[in-house]
């Protein structure tokens, strides 16, 4: 996968390709909103291809495409790139901008606090 940035729209369809597992172009359309000409989307999908970040198979008459990163490996070299770019590298400060949003749940809270105590024994 190379670090070319995507595009919102690039971003928009690798998102309904996690969310599907597997679509075909015209599925890809009718899930974007707003959604471009089915040319376009195409096109768009070949862009994600030729950046590694998504590929296509022959299923019967037509294509089907589907992401190349499992999501888990996605999420987490986007939450790096996030850290880096907006809190100077600093895990801590990302943290702090989560807890200080306002938008966690006290489940949330309790979940993040038995990682952290959990990091803390294992000794990460």
Same mark, same amino acid.
């Given at each position: 996968?190379?670090?070319?940035?995507?595009?919102?729209?690039?971003?928009?369809?690798?998102?309904?390709?996690?969310?599907?597992?597997?679509?075909?172009?015209?599925d890809?359309?009718?899930?974007?909103?707003?959604?471009?000409?089915?040319?376009?989307?195409?096109?768009?999908?070949?862009?994600?291809?030729?950046?590694? %970040?998504?590929? %296509?198979?022959?299923?019967?008459? /037509?294509?089907?495409?589907?992401?190349?990163?499992?999501?888990?490996?996605? /999420?987490?070299?986007a939450?790096?790139?996030?850290?880096?770019?907006?809190?100077?590298?600093?895990?801590?400060?990302?943290?702090?901008?989560?807890?200080?949003?306002?938008?966690?749940?006290?489940?949330?809270?309790?979940?993040?606090?038995?990682?952290?105590?959990?990091?803390?024994?294992?000794?990460?």
């Amino acid at each position: 996968m190379t670090n070319d940035p995507l595009s919102r729209r690039e971003r928009q369809i690798l998102d309904i390709l996690y969310a599907k597992g597997v679509a075909s172009v015209a599925d890809v359309q009718e899930s974007l909103p707003d959604p471009p000409s089915y040319s376009a989307v195409r096109a768009l999908l070949r862009i994600l291809e030729e950046k590694g %970040h998504a590929r %296509h198979e022959a299923r019967g008459q /037509r294509y089907v495409y589907l992401p190349m990163v499992p999501r888990e490996s996605a /999420r987490n070299s986007a939450l790096s790139r996030i850290v880096t770019t907006f809190f100077d590298g600093s895990a801590a400060q990302a943290a702090a901008a989560l807890v200080d949003s306002g938008t966690l749940s006290d489940e949330d809270l309790n979940k993040l606090s038995s990682l952290i105590e959990r990091a803390r024994k294992e000794g990460r």
